[in-house]
């Protein structure tokens, strides 16, 4: 069996490591990895690929900025190219970026089948671009990897249930792959001046957030609050730096940092009292750290972690119930289930 895998952002690269690393052990089933090039940064791209062990990308289609309608058209002529010549037996694709979308539409488009990992997940807020990459990219996708069970029951509500399979949260293996050698590797704590148990950590990114500069400042003044008593640490993702330099703003009492590596962001996690975060990543990654989350958004698509009383919408004054273990996101056995089922296709 030959897959073709499209990644192109951070969190893409964390989840595909878990079921790469799988197929590379794996005699009869290979993998061909396409980086689109939409996050290319050093400290968003390449640092993932080495500290979790990714092959490297076959191929790197460059496609970096611009429009979402001209990032996924480019996307799309290059992707085209590569698996017109490469002929997988199927395309996987990860989460709800641009790249996920691009990848969708021309492996269908080719009658190649596709298997989306992440799959059901709703906000039911169209005006979030993922939301949109999410709902094609499911209509689209022959086999369906979701995390939970909600996100089976949306998939039920669009008339989708054929392929679908519940095989739990791959950033929970990525988690436990990471943990140890977060604590073992990482001196970001010495490095940047903080001490267990004794900062927040922070992470905004989302466009939702960034694109109005009334909203964006909203939420600064929110979080300059939130880090009045406490050091709060933040990892200023490329695109909200340029959104900070466009309006001018530093935020008061908030320790700015570059982006940092995935043992890093563990070691980070796991000695924060607290995470505020518009990250889908990083909300579940709280709660796998058993750190108390504020999520910098009006809904999210997790939501178990608010159910269990672990994350609250930062637009709710509290925690909604004493805090419980969230079962749906498995064991760790995640990649192992997807990839089981890949090759039960074969
Ligand atoms: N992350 C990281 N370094 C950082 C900030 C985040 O490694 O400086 C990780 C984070 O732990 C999570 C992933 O990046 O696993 C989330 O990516 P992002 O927030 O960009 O996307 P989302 O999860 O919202 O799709």
């Not at 008593?229 to 993702?237: A, C, E, L, T």
């Not at 919408?313 to 909604?320: G, K, N």
């Given at each position: 069996m030959k897959l073709l895998t499209v990644v192109g952002a951070r969190p893409q690269f964390i989840k595909v490591a878990t079921v790469s690393r799988i197929i590379a052990q794996?005699?009869?089933?290979?993998?061909?990895?396409?980086?689109?090039?939409?996050?290319?940064?050093?400290?968003?791209?390449?640092?993932?690929?080495?500290?979790?062990?990714?092959?490297?990308?076959?191929?790197?289609?460059?496609?970096m900025g611009g429009s979402h309608g001209a990032m996924t058209?480019?996307?799309?002529e290059k992707l085209e190219t590569v698996m017109l010549a490469e002929k997988p037996d199927g395309v996987l694709i990860y989460g709800d970026t641009n790249s996920t979308l691009a990848g969708a539409l021309v492996a269908v488009k080719l009658h190649?089948?596709?298997?989306?990992?992440?799959?059901?997940?709703?906000?039911?807020?169209?005006?979030?671009?993922?939301?949109?990459?999410?709902?094609?990219?499911?209509?689209?996708?022959?086999?369906?990897?979701?995390?939970?069970?909600?996100?089976?029951?949306?998939?039920?509500k669009e008339g989708i249930t054929k392929g679908v399979h519940h095989v739990g949260d791959v950033m929970y293996d990525a988690t436990l792959f990471a943990s140890e050698s977060a604590r073992a590797q990482s001196d970001i704590l010495d490095q940047i001046g903080v001490e267990d148990?004794?900062?927040?950590?922070?992470?905004?990114?989302?466009?939702?957030n960034t694109d109005d500069e009334q909203r964006f400042r909203k939420v600064i003044t929110f979080l300059e609050e939130a880090a009045t008593?406490?050091?709060?640490?933040?990892?200023?993702?490329p695109r909200t730096k340029q959104v900070m330099?466009?309006?001018?703003?530093?935020?008061?009492?908030?320790?700015?940092?570059?982006?940092?590596?995935?043992?890093?962001?563990?070691?980070?996690?796991?000695?924060?009292?607290?995470?505020?975060?518009?990250?889908?990543?990083?909300?579940?990654e709280a709660y796998f750290h058993k750190a108390p989350c504020v999520t910098l958004r009006d809904e999210t698509e997790w939501v178990e972690t608010i159910e269990s009383g672990w994350n609250r919408?930062?637009?709710?004054?509290?925690?909604?119930t004493s805090r419980l273990n969230i079962t749906d996101y498995g064991e760790g056995e995640s990649a192992r289930k997807i990839f089981d089922i890949l090759v039960s296709l074969s």
């Open positions: 794996t005699p009869g089933i290979s993998e061909k990895i396409i980086h689109t090039g939409q996050h290319f940064d050093a400290n968003m791209s390449s640092i993932f690929f080495s500290e979790l062990g990714i092959p490297e990308p076959t191929h790197n289609l460059e496609v058209g480019r996307m799309m190649i089948p596709l298997f989306h990992v992440e799959a059901g997940l709703r906000s039911f807020n169209r005006a979030m671009p993922e939301e949109i990459n999410r709902i094609v990219s499911d209509q689209l996708s022959e086999q369906l990897f979701c995390p939970t069970r909600l996100s089976i029951s949306n998939l039920q148990g004794d900062y927040l950590l922070c992470t905004l990114h989302r466009a939702e008593d406490r050091v709060m640490v933040f990892p200023v993702h330099q466009k309006y001018g703003i530093t935020p008061k009492g908030i320790k700015l940092i570059d982006p940092v590596g995935y043992f890093d962001i563990h070691r980070l996690l796991a000695g924060t009292v607290g995470v505020y975060t518009d990250s889908g990543g990083l909300q579940k919408l930062w637009t709710s004054e509290d925690y909604r």
